[in-house]
């Protein structure tokens, strides 16, 4: 996915000095907001009441209460990677 050219600051090129494809070991460097998504998946063994109606549970919001959340894996998407003015406070992620 390349990032899309919105608010493209002005200035110089942030560089990296681990790795360039010149040999003077700098990396141009932009920065980008990047929008993504988590879906967890968990599972849980609980008692709730003999008979009950689950939909009148309150589940979503009584799962919060367990001392173990029961949680098996992440998946992460990505929604949107944008180009941005400048930022050089901003994380290095590569």
């Keep these: 996915m390349t990032p899309t050219n919105q608010h493209q600051g002005p200035g110089q090129t942030p560089v990296r000095s681990d790795q360039s494809g010149d040999g003077d070991g700098a990396v141009p460097m932009q920065t980008v907001l990047i929008k993504w998504t988590e879906i967890?998946?968990?599972q849980a063994r609980v008692q709730i009441p003999a008979g009950a109606d689950v939909d009148a549970l309150d589940l979503e919001n009584r799962?919060?209460?367990?001392?173990?959340?029961?949680?098996?894996?992440?998946?992460?998407?990505?929604?949107?990677?944008?180009?941005?003015?400048?930022?050089?406070?901003?994380?290095?992620?590569?």
Excluded at 65 to 81: K, T
Aim: glycine share 8%; aromatic share 2%.
């Design 40 to 42: 967890s998946q968990h």
């Design 63 to 94: 799962l919060a209460e367990l001392d173990n959340d029961g949680f098996q894996g992440l998946e992460r998407g990505i929604v949107a990677v944008t180009a941005v003015e400048d930022d050089p406070n901003a994380e290095v992620l590569i």
